[in-house]
């Protein structure tokens, strides 16, 4: 579910969500495709290519965007908890960058302040 496809480098990647979205099984999984068609190949058969983190378990709802200074970014929501138990989804995000096997989580830029 909620899949975003980007095409980089002459190369259309395909993010997608799967497992039950209430489980820390959830997670975030892609495809690598020919065009925006298909037809794709699925390059994340291990397991999810971003599972459960730091940031929350299950991760998913993705979305990929690029910024003003030409970055890339993904965008999703982990499940986390607060002190008393509840559940909520807040919004993580991270660098994403790309090398010929694909799409990994990259460093974040630097920052730089201006007077």
């Known amino acids: ?13 395909l ?18 495709c020919k065009g925006p068609t298909g037809p794709c190949k699925d390059v994340s058969v291990r397991g999810p290519w ?7 378990g299950g991760p998913g709802e993705e979305s990929v965007f690029e910024d003003p200074r030409g970055e ?4 999703y929501a982990p499940w986390a908890f607060d002190w008393n138990g509840n559940t909520f989804r807040p919004i993580a995000m991270a660098p994403l960058a790309f090398n010929r096997k694909g799409p990994y989580v990259a460093v974040p830029p630097r920052v730089t302040k201006h007077a």
């Open 1 to 13: 579910e909620a899949p975003d496809m980007v095409e980089v480098g002459g190369r259309y990647w």
């Open 15 to 32: 993010f997608y969500s799967g497992s039950w979205f209430n489980q820390s099984t959830y997670g975030i999984g892609i495809a690598s």
């Open 50 to 56: 971003l599972g459960s983190n730091d940031q929350g």
């Open 72 to 75: 890339l970014w993904i965008l």
